[in-house]
């Protein structure tokens, strides 16, 4: 049970970090493309794991690593600023707090695992607690937006159940460097077709990448990836719930945005959705 819970907090700190992107793109890199930021935060990453690491894919693990890249980088971050930019937050955030279910009903498809009634609960009460912690009056909706959002979603909700599937046989170090890297290489294509320009970049500018890099993917994608081999599907995915949680707890502490009654209820909506899941699991 101890293991247990230390699994489920390390793994947590990943969707925890992940919640500081918001704040640390608009304070410290305002003027970096979204998907130039994705891909300077990925691929050095990758390659700084991989200077330690020393040790490359082998056999299959090669086309695995580029197809997990694809889903868990690549596709995940250009799906998810395609509905940023087409969506408000509010909405966005709630599209994507579908990966729980969506997580569920895969777990079910590819890993044959029972679908408990209390597991889908909890993904539909975190959906109600986003929604409560990010949407605004009035938010619009637009169908491109919607289904880049629900596509990003599926991309991270398959990648977490095909690395859970095929067990790398190598430490989540190793196997995040060879993701980072993979993801990484694969958006160098999508910012040069986008004849996106990189600024001269400041002091604050590499604070900014360094800790996206450093902290926000090499450190926490390799807690991700030992949480996933260690705990349930159902309850590693309901752990990103935290990142909008931790977004909103940001904007409050630091950038003195306002905390409504509603809010305060989404929070304890999310928390109570983690607990269903575990339960759940």
């Known amino acids: 049970m101890r293991s247990?819970?230390?699994?489920?907090?390390?793994t947590a700190i990943a969707p925890v970090v992940w919640g500081s992107t918001y704040i640390v793109t608009t304070e410290f890199l305002a003027g970096f493309p979204p998907i130039t930021v994705a891909m300077l935060r990925a691929l050095p990453a990758g390659l700084l794991l991989l200077a330690i690491v020393r040790q490359l894919p082998t056999g299959t693990w090669w086309l695995r690593s580029f197809l997990l890249g694809a889903l868990n980088i690549s596709i995940f971050l250009s799906m998810l600023f395609v509905a940023a930019y087409r969506l408000p937050g509010g909405v966005a955030g709630t599209v994507l707090a579908a990966q729980?279910?969506?997580?569920?009903?895969?777990?079910?498809?590819?890993?044959s695992s029972p679908v408990r009634p209390l597991a889908i609960i909890g993904a539909l009460v975190g959906m109600g607690g986003v929604a409560l912690l990010v949407l605004t009056p009035g938010a619009a909706l637009d169908a491109i937006g919607i289904a880049a959002g629900l596509a990003g979603a599926s991309a991270m909700a398959l990648g977490i159940i095909l690395v859970r599937k095929w067990?790398?046989?190598?430490?989540?170090?190793?196997?995040?460097?060879?993701?980072?890297?993979?993801?990484g290489l694969l958006l160098v294509p999508v910012v040069l077709l986008a004849g996106h320009s990189i600024p001269v970049p400041t002091f604050f500018n590499l604070m900014g990448l360094a800790w996206l890099g450093l902290i926000g993917a090499a450190l926490t994608y390799a807690l991700w990836f030992r949480g996933i081999g260690r705990l349930n599907s159902t309850v590693v995915s309901s752990l990103l719930l935290l990142s909008p949680l931790t977004a909103v707890l940001l904007g409050w502490g630091v950038l003195d945005q306002t905390l409504t009654a509603l809010q305060i209820g989404g929070i304890g909506l999310v928390i109570g959705s983690i607990w269903l899941s575990q339960r759940a699991a």
């Not at 247990?4 to 390390?10: A, F, G, P, T, V």
């Not at 729980?100 to 890993?111: D, G």
């Open 4 to 10: 247990n819970i230390s699994d489920l907090l390390l």
């Open 167 to 183: 067990q790398p046989p190598v430490s989540p170090l190793t196997f995040t460097a060879w993701q980072l890297t993979a993801g």
């Open 100 to 111: 729980p279910l969506i997580v569920v009903v895969l777990s079910a498809l590819l890993l």
